[in-house]
């Protein structure tokens, strides 16, 4: 009994790691000048239904949706009822992590 408690335990310390390692591996700053780069076209204007940069109330409900979620869909591209998220932005010479890094500047950007 006592080994699976242990072997409980050890599990829920390694989940938890990379819980905290997925929260943090995305990095804003970089994101910016991703961002600046390949996604001002829509998210500066709104085009295709594009939530602007630093609209709380536009970011809000994505924002819930967490930011795996909102990283998963700009990587693999999204059709969505108010707008049209193209993969990797319509870059794709993007890599994920850039992509990440750049959700993760919109997300600070919109809280």
Known sequence: MSR?????????FVVSIGSAEAKAAYNAAA???VYDVSCTTCHKTGL?????????VAW???IAQGEAMLVSKSIKGF??????????????KLTDAQVGNAVAYLVQQGK
Not at 4 to 12: E, G, K, N, P, R
Not at 48 to 56: S, V
């Open 4 to 12: 699976f408690v242990s072997a409980s335990l050890c599990a829920l």
């Open 31 to 33: 994101g910016k000048a």
């Open 48 to 56: 295709m239904g594009a939530p602007k940069l630093g609209d709380k």
């Open 60 to 62: 809000a409900p994505r």
């Open 79 to 92: 059709i969505g009822k108010k707008g049209t998220m193209p993969a990797k932005g319509g870059n794709p």
